[in-house]
């Protein structure tokens, strides 16, 4: 099992930063990838960027450039920093984790931090 929490949402004007955590605990070495979804009022829930346990990032189109996903190992934590956000970046975003567990992979995710951009 892989229990993850988040943190550091919040409120913010247009064009500021946020910085997103997500504390990892439990099966720790079994976590392939760490990633980052989000999801708006009344849309579909997407992917905002991920990390593999090598380090290898991928992002949404949207948000390239001006979010950075990162993890310290020796931390057990993952962050996503948030750069010249958008109003249309405001939803929930959630912390997410691949674990090989017993004989297979599992998605654990997080509660969730509202994210809110002002304009």
């Known amino acids: 099992q892989v229990h993850l929490v988040e943190s550091g949402g919040g409120l913010v004007q247009a064009g500021g930063s946020l910085r997103l955590s997500c504390a990892a605990s439990g099966s720790i070495k079994s976590i392939s990838s760490l990633g980052w979804y989000r999801q708006a009022p009344g849309k579909q829930r997407e992917s905002v960027a991920s990390i593999t346990s090598g380090g290898t990032t991928n992002y949404a189109n949207s948000v390239k450039g001006r979010f950075t996903i990162s993890r310290a190992n020796a931390e057990n934590t993952m962050y996503l920093q948030m750069s010249t956000l958008k109003p249309e970046d405001t939803a929930v975003y959630y912390c997410?984790?691949?674990?090989?567990?017993?004989?297979?992979?599992?998605?654990?995710w997080g509660q969730g931090t509202q994210v809110t951009v002002s304009s």
């Open positions: 997410t984790a691949k674990a090989w567990v017993g004989v297979r992979f599992h998605d654990y």
